[in-house]
Structure formats: C-alpha cells, structure tokens
C-alpha cells in the first residue's frame, strides 16, 4: 500500500503544491488584478490566491486511483487519504499563517464536494470560483464608510474570526463526508 501511495497516487505532489502555495503567500504587498461589479478593476494580494495552489496539487492526487486495487485492499486508503490530506493542511497551517490555511481547508471542502459531483479539473476551478466570488461580491462598506466583508464570505473574514473557522470545518467535514459516500458506491 506504501508503494500504490507513492507511485500511483503520487502524495509527494502534495508536499510540491505545499512549497508553491508557501512561495506564493510569502510574496507580501504583490497585488493581482481582479474585476469588481461595476466594471472596474480591483486588485487582491497575490496570497489570497495561494490555497488554490495546495488544492489543485491535492485534487491531482486524489484523482489518481485505482478503482480495482483499493476496492480489495486490506485497508482501505481512504483513511490514509484522510489523513494525509489533514496532515497537508495542518503544515499549510504552519508554513503560511492562519487565513491562507483557513482558506485552504475551505477550499478543501469545496473542492471535495465539487469532485464528488464533477471531476478534480472543476474541483480545482471551483476553489479559485470561490475566490473570486468573494472578492467581487463579498465586499461591502460600512456604517462610517471603512471596507467589510458580509457574512457569507468567509476567505475575507479575518484570520482569528470564529466563525469563519466554524464554516470552514463544517465544509471540510461535509467534504470530507462526500469523499467517504463517492467511494462506498464505486467499490
């Protein structure tokens, strides 16, 4: 089984996405552009994108399966899986900081969600969707006229908001519960 993580599933791809997304939220002030609603531009830190690279190298992995093989397994690699995609997010915690690994654990349970539906290219797409939507929509002025947020968008919430982290794990458990009824029904 060490062997089929390894080679067939290739979970040191993880570790690669962990390094990108690292690099990325390290890149400080570096602004990227993104639309607003009334047709302008708005720019975004270039580390509110960082979980997006984490992602898309776990939704590489976890695409990477042989149906046959793990359906006869002694022990099923969904519980590694688990644990291993918890042990990427708690280093995601450690290297990038408490919002960019809030973020990637939300994103995490959308992206799980939306692979049980579609497929680990519209889960990845779907993570940065989320993004974006929040960006562009989750926006809002205040009473005394400073920046907020609105309720539900929670990657713009700040990192030590409560619940944001309550969302976050409610979402990834609801992933991570999709993940568990996909695999029950294919093997």
């Excluded at 519980?79 to 042990?87: E, G, I, K, N, Q």
Aim: aromatic share 4%; with cysteine; glycine share 8%.
């Amino acid at each position: 089984m060490r062997l089929h993580l390894l080679a067939v599933r290739r979970w040191w791809v993880a570790a690669v996405g962990l390094a990108a997304a690292a690099a990325a939220a390290g890149t400080g002030d570096l602004l990227v552009p993104v639309p607003t609603l009334t047709g302008g531009m708005s720019s975004a830190p270039a580390r509110y994108f960082s979980p997006v690279l984490l992602i898309g190298a776990l939704m590489y992995v976890w695409d990477r399966r042989l149906h046959a093989a793990e359906a006869t397994a002694v022990r099923h690699p969904r519980r590694t899986d688990h644990v291993l995609l918890l042990a990427a997010l708690a280093a995601c915690l450690l290297v990038t900081g408490g919002q960019e690994a809030r973020n990637a654990a939300l994103l995490c349970g959308v992206a799980l969600i939306v692979h049980r539906l579609a497929n680990a290219a519209a889960a990845t797409l779907s993570t940065l969707a989320v993004l974006i939507l929040a960006r562009v929509a989750g926006r809002g002025i205040g009473m005394h006229g400073e920046p907020t947020h609105t309720w539900w968008a929670v990657p713009l919430h700040p990192a030590d908001s409560p619940a944001a982290w309550a969302a976050v794990a409610a979402t990834l458990a609801a992933g991570m519960a999709c993940d568990a009824t996909l695999r029950r029904k294919r093997g």
